[in-house]
């Protein structure tokens, strides 16, 4: 029985032995953590470029849905445009009035649409990267009490901008190339601009004040660029500079139907 059992304690000396030899050191452990949080710091920045590619598409299908409904609407209404804002100025009447055509039934009213999230945050009228308001106060409530009103898509606020006679335009209207002229896209973000007690301004594509810079009034969510609805339906990506530069010499080439 001695013998057994010293032939036990010996095995169990060297198995707690091969364990022990088994175990990481400290330095051993630092160094994986380390080669962890380099290979961690290398592929961050390429999930993120992913994660904004993968956005930049969804908001780009969202804008298609809401072109092909635009130009649905121009049919059935004898190529009348919607109207960027109602008759009293506020914005977002263009999706109150597209919105059959984008698969929603049409609310009551206008103010109805402002209060539905559908409309919203989330919604195909909506950039997937507008996370709503945090700076400017006055967006910030005005966003809890109308979310449906705000999206990070908005119309172009010199083409068809009101719904009232000699404001709301026809697409034979437009001098220019159909292709060059901007109907709606990304807007700015609070984070970006504010607009003060201008706060309507965040829910139309370029929000002139005078004295603004170009860099200043354009969305530079995708990539420092846009999304952009064209007035002939197509959708394509423009960078911030090329937009707030304009072209031939006009500021506002990509914003008025002028030639």
């Known amino acids: 029985m001695c013998k057994m059992e010293k032939l036990r304690n010996e095995n169990r000396r060297r198995n707690s032995k091969c364990l022990m030899d088994r175990n990481f050191t400290l ?35 969202n804008c298609k849905q809401i072109g092909t409904g635009v130009m649905q609407y121009t049919v059935d209404w004898q190529d009348w445009l919607p109207a960027g804002k109602t008759s009293g100025g506020t914005p977002g009447n263009w999706k109150f009035e597209i919105s059959p055509y984008c698969g929603f039934t049409k609310p009551a009213t206008y103010n109805d649409m402002c209060k539905d999230t559908r409309f919203g945050a989330g919604g195909i009228f909506s950039c997937p990267m507008f996370k709503g308001f945090s700076f400017n106060a ?32 026809k697409l034979q ?67 911030q500079s090329a937009m707030g530069y304009g072209k031939n010499g006009n500021i506002g080439w990509y914003y008025t139907q002028n030639k």
């Open 27 to 61: 330095i051993e452990l630092l160094v994986v953590i380390a080669i962890i949080a380099i290979l961690a710091s290398m592929l961050l920045p390429a999930l993120n470029k992913a994660r904004g590619a993968a956005m930049q598409a969804r908001c780009s299908s």
């Open 138 to 169: 006055k967006a910030v409530s005005d966003y809890k009490s109308n979310p449906g009103k705000y999206s990070g898509l908005g119309w172009n606020d010199n083409i068809s901008p009101f719904d009232q006679e000699g404001k709301r335009y």
């Open 173 to 239: 209207k437009v001098k220019r190339h159909l292709s060059e002229t901007a109907l709606a896209g990304d807007t700015v973000d609070d984070t970006q601009y504010d607009m003060g007690n201008y706060k309507d301004d965040y829910n139309v594509l370029l929000p002139i004040r005078n004295g603004d810079s170009h860099n200043k009034r354009i969305s530079r969510r995708h990539n420092e660029g846009l999304n952009i609805i064209w007035m002939d339906g197509h959708v394509g990506w423009m960078r």
